[in-house]
């Protein structure tokens, strides 16, 4: 059975566009089977991905990730889709994501390595994706992914999310089949949610949850918390079921504190939560 690439919905063979979502009926073939990527995460919070690639086999990269590779590992950095208006949509959608313009692709001719990490201190997390399943992940979390893998745009579905929210009205929704790589801030915290079960989260530490997952914004609770409680005025509710993933220390905060004249004082000051709501960066 095929599967739609922006909701994971299943189609009929002949199907041009998904009956759940409407988009375009882009589609892996009946069967696909990805090979699995033979990879090592080393370090700490400085953390590298290696990838020794199989002669032949394939990966894509956020423009600039790369760190290194063997030569006979050949790089091409283009827009994806196979149209003229399939390649302007994809780089549209990347600008909304805060990426770059431009994917890499990473092709070995014979086996060879190469090696991918973030721009800043933190920790990488794979998801081994099977066909249909897609995970939610912050602006600019995509590191790397298997060709098979779906890069597509997701917005907050409720008003007050995209509002209030740290991540705004926009994430990134990857698709399965296949392993995708993301990176975000400090050290990483992992929930498995049981249904009805809810998380209260800072709104700017989220790193990515499953799409089973319902992502919503709530008011911290009384004038006085909100102004004196130092966390803020909102929170994000991630109700499950399913997986969430939180980050210890957010891209904002590490530029707050390596530029500390320039902060204005708590970053979840009434001020600061009020500059958050108007323009956050994470």
């Known amino acids: ?8 919905a299943n189609l009929d063979e002949s199907a041009r566009f998904c009956a759940n979502c409407g988009q375009p009926a882009a589609v892996a073939p009946p069967g ?10 080393q370090g700490d919070n400085l953390q590298i991905a290696r990838v020794r690639l199989k002669p032949g086999q394939e990966v894509y990269a956020e423009a600039g990730k790369m760190v290194y590779k063997t030569a006979n590992v050949q790089w091409e950095t283009r827009m994806s ?11 549209l959608r990347r600008t909304v994501l805060g ?4 994917l890499t692709y990473f092709r070995a001719e014979g086996a060879g390595e190469v090696g ?17 399943q897609s995970v939610l992940a912050q602006r600019d979390a995509f590191l790397f992914a298997q060709p098979t893998v779906q ?21 990134e929704k990857l698709t399965g089949p296949g392993a995708v790589f993301i990176h975000a801030g400090g050290d990483f915290v992992e929930f498995e949610l049981k249904a009805g079960e809810i998380l209260q989260v800072d709104t700017g530490c989220i790193v990515a949850f499953d799409e089973s997952v319902n992502y919503d914004i709530q008011f911290v609770g009384g004038i006085k918390t909100a102004i004196f409680g130092g966390e803020g005025l909102f929170l994000a509710t991630l109700t499950g079921p399913g997986k969430v993933i939180i980050q210890s220390m957010t891209l904002q905060r590490l ?26 960066e994470d």
């Not at 089977?33 to 995460?41: N, Q, S």
């Open 1 to 8: 059975m095929a599967f739609c690439s922006n909701c994971g």
């Open 32 to 41: 696909v089977v990805t090979v699995p990527l033979d990879y090592t995460i």
């Open 81 to 91: 889709g196979q149209s003229l208006g399939e390649k302007l949509m994809g780089a």
């Open 99 to 102: 990426e770059s313009l431009f």
């Open 116 to 132: 991918f990490a973030g721009h800043y201190p933190g920790r990488i997390q794979v998801f081994e994706l099977q066909p249909g």
């Open 151 to 171: 890069l597509t745009v997701a917005l907050v579905k409720k008003l007050g999310a995209g509002l209030f929210g740290g991540e705004g009205f926009i994430l």
């Open 255 to 280: 530029r707050r504190e390596l530029a500390p004249a320039r902060s204005g004082g708590d970053e979840h000051g009434v001020l600061g939560a009020i500059g958050g709501i108007l323009g956050s």
